[in-house]
């Protein structure tokens, strides 16, 4: 391992050890606290430009395989581990974690106290950081820092979604026999829009017997309209994705035209998101964030509480619910989690059902998007 040093925007300076990529980064730090599943927190698109530190102190003691990845990359700009184990043991990995990162170009902090990181960003809020195994002076990384563009002056979606369109075919995966479940037959054909969208909610949306073909983020809503009219889909699925949803101005405004057309929509995470901004109700950005896999969302129809995946920064306004009714809240702070929009064929969440890592409780969202997109 090779020391790395780390420099904070509220002038802390670290030192600590590094594994994964040599070289350096810049990023938001921010803090998960999620017991397992560092390789599809690491995969996941929605955390392209922060480092991820864990609460779990020690990572990497199941490796990594192709199975777990929830993308083809792993877009973190770091990981940030009280200890790292490079000594895998499972009979399901193919590669050290530390192998993964440095494929990507991710890099790996550890031997750090992530206690102290996690009390800080609690307290301070989520900041951007530069870490680097090449620079040591403080003045020199606080520079470096400074003429970095920040999270919320970067479209992290041109680099995440995909370039050209497919069809994603087969259903969840199977842990108990080691493979991907065929999926049921198609009982809707749906347009996922690809923002940064996770692999096992495209698993989940076949699972639950809709056709999905997802689309890059620039597709035309004249195209999706025409395809709605001509019965060619039956509605749209607006996916997670990184960064700040203000600055998407071009997905805004394809979803204001989808909106305009009455077309059925379902949206999860940067797509709830984006709905609200798109009728009007621009979103806050939270003190930390919420990011991990064991946090309370009451069902507000149900009364039921389900225990959520999280993965967000900023949030809807309370306002929005001068037109749409609350579905979810979160019992840790009392935010809006779901929504149901009043007078349109559209819903969305917060948290994310399809979990990976995370329980399953909430799972039955993609049934209920079946239902309405069926009716």
Request: hydrophobic content about 35%; some cysteine; overall charge negative.
């Amino acid at each position: 391992m090779k020391p790395v040093w780390i420099y904070l925007e509220n002038g802390t300076l670290l030192e600590a050890n590094s594994f994964g990529a040599d070289t350096t980064s810049v990023g938001e730090i921010v803090f998960n606290t999620s017991m397992s599943g560092y390789q599809e927190i690491a995969t996941d698109p929605s955390y392209a430009g922060q480092f991820v530190t864990f609460t779990m102190p020690e990572i990497g003691n199941v490796g990594a395989n192709a199975e777990d990845m929830e993308s083809t990359a792993a877009h973190a700009k770091g990981i940030i581990v009280r200890q790292y184990q490079p000594r895998y043991s499972n009979f399901r990995a193919e590669e050290s974690l530390d192998a993964l990162l440095v494929r990507h170009g991710v890099m790996g902090i550890c031997d750090i106290d992530t206690r102290f990181l996690t009390k800080m960003l609690r307290s301070e809020g989520a900041m951007m950081m530069v870490a680097s195994t090449q620079i040591s002076d403080k003045e020199e990384l606080k520079k470096v820092l400074e003429d970095s563009p920040r999270i919320e002056e970067v479209n992290y979606i041109e680099q995440v979604s995909t370039k050209k369109a497919y069809k994603h075919e087969h259903g969840t995966y199977d842990a108990t026999r080691f493979e991907y479940r065929k999926a049921p037959e198609a009982m809707a054909k749906i347009v996922a829009l690809d923002f940064g969208v996770k692999r096992n909610i495209l698993n989940e949306l076949t699972q639950a017997g809709i056709a999905v073909e997802v689309v890059p983020n620039a597709i035309e809503a004249e195209t999706l309209i025409a395809r709605y009219s001509a019965k060619e889909i039956d509605g749209v699925f607006l996916s997670n994705g990184p960064g700040d949803p203000l600055v998407l101005k071009r997905e805004q405004e394809t979803i204001k035209q989808l909106i305009a057309a009455k077309v059925p929509m379902f949206g999860i995470c940067l797509g709830h998101q984006l709905l609200s901004i798109s009728h009007g109700y621009e979103t806050y950005k939270l003190r930390f964030g919420h990011h991990g896999g064991n946090h309370p969302v009451k069902n507000v129809k149900t009364g039921m509480v389900e225990i959520t995946a999280q993965n967000h920064n900023y949030n809807v306004p309370e306002a929005v619910t001068e037109i749409a009714e609350v579905t979810h809240t979160n019992l840790f702070d009392g935010t809006i989690e779901g929504l149901r929009y009043n007078d349109a064929p559209i819903f969305s969440v917060q948290h994310h059902p399809e979990a990976s890592p995370g329980p399953k409780d909430s799972e039955y969202v993609f049934g209920e998007f079946l239902s309405l997109i069926r009716r």
